[in-house]
């Protein structure tokens, strides 16, 4: 009956103005509604993924996406279709926050899209216990295999949350899964890995593959412009770094190419109006980081000025040109003076041994709340121990893998629902306050009495008053959020605290914490060698005997993919040569400016530290210590091979006794050497709270 009324409404036709469906969207969508069975989608950029949620979603009733990267030009369009879809995220202001919930809690929302991040929000969970969810879209949801290159700890909970909120179908949408990451997927959300997979191979007939070869930016732009002018439509320019961006554009400018620029550091209103007027012309030019390309639907040329560091990411990257069907060339140069910026980016993430053992340390001393639970400020931790905890393009969240660790590897923690600590409270009325104040149940009592005024609102730290009060943290929370899901005021949260269940004892003693810190810094520099493998197979790709498209397709395991396994428009099939490239472009660190980060940077306990500084890769520790991307010394030899730049640091650290001058951390030195204790409630094997302990065939 539901795949009836996907046909029969004409949602097809009237709403997105599609005579037929393509590939196997038509399958995907029958699986869903007709066998309310679960899926996944591995489509390659521009195979029309959104169809296959956004279909469904029109014919059931709450469906809410997870969405990695997003753009706001998704919603509107489907606005404009007349379908009533939301996002919701920190853009919002707080009226447009509260309008959308009460659209989701009224059932009038049909498509909500948010961040796997908001997983983490006490609110949201509450919000989304009073609604039935008809259909859970993940997109990108290789994120989730830790066998990915893409690995993000915060996609863990996405597949418990679908079990807790017995969600009654999941649709796992990605671009980029090799075999193992696509069984991951599988496993983690309950996916028959014959009958559920609807795989569409990478090969596109209409993309060119180009490569060449320049050893220097002036040679790839005495190429680059020529391209430029002679392209028949839009183009987008994929560079590495942020001023990789800016610089390349004003190279373009004198030549009458009007590149605008687009990446992460930039305000959200000027990203937001690139991409609109990117969209709207018949020949722009973008110079990007990758954070740039979602949504195209254009005839569009792909440049990629470096080279990217993943074959993943190069496939997706890719996969924005020519999605109107017409030929679009995908041209890469290769150059040796590359590599050791992107070599150094996958090297660049490790923290330093010592931090990482008092981190373990801080955790295993940590006495559980009443509930047996574990909580953290992650924020404070990232500071403290110099662990990056905002995932980039280029970058891992590092304290938040570490935690994944300590679940995934060891079984002693499991990440559940994290709470925020203060609450600032608004009311939407003079009737919101009256209710509030007529509601004389303990917690709201509680609430009132250590909540503090600030000019119109309150302000309240729920952990102090459930410290001062008995209390418990979550009463006080759920009150906040049932007043805000009732309408009686507007609640803005901050301050969040990762929470965890213990599993299994943590370690006791230095002994056991060392032994596992020491397991966990190997897991971390393998990474590292996993993120250069990644690297060197773009090389090869670029570099082998093979067509080039044939090439890509094996790597995703579509070996068929290819007619003939020669697609007749790549470097390859037109020259039938391979292209020759010696990657060894080493450069010897320089004396001098080995100096000069030492004069500038005075700590000599992290030779990491120092190289990232030398190198530009920032980190809290560096941003803290005003090292970062505002001084002059930052970034100073990010022509040099990371490695050579450790070893040098390595030495002058040693040199100097290994000293570190800022203040003691949280959990000091001097705790290494005395015994780790724990309080009898931790040393149980705890199963309750955050749910997950089903193993259900599948969410029903």
């Not at 969209?279 to 005839?299: L, P, Q």
């Not at 006495?367 to 924020?379: E, I, K, R, S, V």
């Not at 039938?576 to 700590?603: G, H, R, V, W, Y």
Request: aromatic share 8%.
């Amino acid at each position: 009956m539901a795949m009836e009324s996907a046909n029969q409404a004409g949602v097809l036709r009237d709403v997105f103005g599609h005579s037929s469906f393509r590939l196997s969207q038509e399958a995907v969508i029958k699986r869903l509604l007709v066998d309310g069975e679960n899926a996944l989608v591995l489509y390659p950029t521009g195979g029309g993924k959104s169809l296959t949620y956004q279909v469904p979603a029109l014919c059931l009733e709450v469906s809410l996406l997870l969405y990695r990267r997003f753009h706001l030009d998704q919603v509107d369009a489907l606005c404009d279709r007349g379908i009533k879809a939301a996002n919701l995220d920190s853009t919002l202001t707080a009226d447009r926050s509260s309008l959308v919930k009460q659209e989701v809690l009224s059932g009038r929302l049909k498509i909500l899209y948010v961040a796997p991040e908001r997983l983490n929000n006490e609110g949201f969970i509450e919000m989304m216990r009073r609604v039935k969810i008809s259909l859970l879209a993940v997109d990108e949801s290789h994120c989730i295999s830790q066998w990915g290159a893409s690995f993000r700890p915060e996609y863990l909970k996405i597949a418990r949350f679908a079990e807790e909120m017995d969600v009654e179908r999941v649709l796992c949408l990605t671009a980029t899964a090799t075999q193992t990451v696509a069984d991951d997927i599988c496993t983690s959300f309950f996916i028959d890995k014959e009958a559920g997979v609807f795989r569409t191979p990478v090969f596109r007939p209409n993309l060119a593959f180009k490569v060449e070869v320049a050893d220097s930016l002036d040679k790839k732009l005495d190429r680059l412009i020529p391209f430029l002018k002679s392209r028949t439509g839009p183009a987008i320019v994929y560079v590495t770094l942020q001023k990789h961006a800016e610089a390349v554009a004003n190279h373009l400018r004198p030549h009458n190419l009007e590149p605008m620029v687009y990446h992460a550091g930039l305000p959200h209103e000027q990203r937001a109006k690139v991409q609109m007027e990117f969209m709207n012309s018949a020949k722009g030019i973008v110079c990007a980081t990758i954070a740039f390309g979602m949504g195209i639907d254009k005839d569009v040329q792909v440049v990629h000025l470096y080279m990217p560091k993943t074959l993943e990411g190069y496939s997706q990257e890719v996969g924005r040109a020519g999605r109107d069907g017409l030929p679009s060339t995908c041209l890469m140069f290769l150059s040796a003076l590359d590599i050791p910026i992107l070599e150094g980016f996958c090297r660049g993430d490790t923290c330093s041994k010592n931090d990482l053992q008092l981190w373990m340390q801080e955790v295993a001393l940590k006495q559980p709340a009443q509930d047996g639970t574990l909580d953290f400020n992650h924020y404070q931790q990232s500071k403290t121990y110099d662990m990056r905890v905002c995932a980039t393009s280029f970058h891992a969240n590092v304290l938040g893998l570490c935690y994944a660790q300590l679940e995934l590897d060891y079984g002693y923690i499991r990440a559940i629902t994290p709470f925020y600590s203060v609450y600032e409270l608004s009311a939407c009325s003079s009737e919101g306050w009256t209710k509030v104040w007529a509601d004389k149940s303990t917690a709201a009592n509680t609430v009132r009495k250590y909540w503090s005024p600030r000019g119109t609102s309150y302000t309240i730290d729920v952990v102090v008053a459930a410290e001062h009060s008995g209390v418990d943290r979550a009463d006080l929370a759920r009150v906040i959020n049932g007043w805000e899901l009732g309408g009686l005021v507007k609640s803005k949260a901050s301050q969040v605290r990762a929470r965890y269940l213990i599993c299994n004892p943590l370690p006791k003693t230095t002994e056991e914490t060392e032994k596992v810190t020491g397991m966990m810094y190997q897991r971390m520099v393998a990474r590292e060698d996993e993120a250069i493998e990644k690297l060197h197979q773009v090389i090869k790709f670029a570099t082998s005997e093979d067509c080039l498209a044939q090439s890509l397709a094996d790597y995703f395991g579509d070996h068929d993919a290819v007619p003939g396994g020669l697609c007749g428009i790549c470097t390859y099939c037109l020259t039938a040569e391979a292209i020759t490239f010696d990657p060894q472009a080493t450069t010897a660190p320089d004396i001098s400016k080995i100096q000069a980060i030492l004069n500038a940077c005075p700590e000599r306990d992290d030779p990491r530290l120092l190289a990232r500084m030398a190198f530009g890769i920032t980190s809290p520790r560096l941003t803290a210590g005003k090292w970062s991307t505002s001084h002059p010394q930052f970034g100073c030899m990010d022509d040099v091979d990371f490695n050579a730049l450790l070893t040098a640091f390595e030495r002058e650290c040693k040199k100097a006794g290994n000293v570190r001058t800022e203040a003691a951390t949280v959990a000091s030195v001097a705790s290494k050497k005395r015994p780790l204790t724990q309080s009898s409630s931790s040393q149980r094997n705890y199963s309750h709270g955050g749910g997950g302990g089903s193993k259900r065939g599948r969410y029903k």
